[in-house]
């Protein structure tokens, strides 16, 4: 091999061994590209987790207030209904 040939053999190597270097960096950004979306899905996905947490309790409590409010309402209903039997049974 003549000193050329040899000069041009390790040029066509530099040069594929640059242009892999090149692809490699290129697939590192992109990674790098994708790691940054999947980090602001997580944040977002956070975000939406606390609303829906705090939705949650919210809807639990009205529920508890509701369930209250029924548990009233049919003592109520009961105490009517008990005065409504006096006041017929007297009538007869």
Known sequence: MTEQSAIDAATRRLSLALDALDAAVERRVESDRGEVK????????G?????????????????????????????????ALDSIRSVLDGRE
């Open 38 to 45: 999947l980090g602001d899905q997580l944040a977002a996905l």
């Open 47 to 79: 975000t939406d987790r606390s609303r829906l947490a705090a939705e949650l309790d919210a809807a639990a409590a009205r529920s508890r207030r509701l369930e209250t409010a029924n548990r009233e309402v049919a003592r109520r209903l009961d105490t």
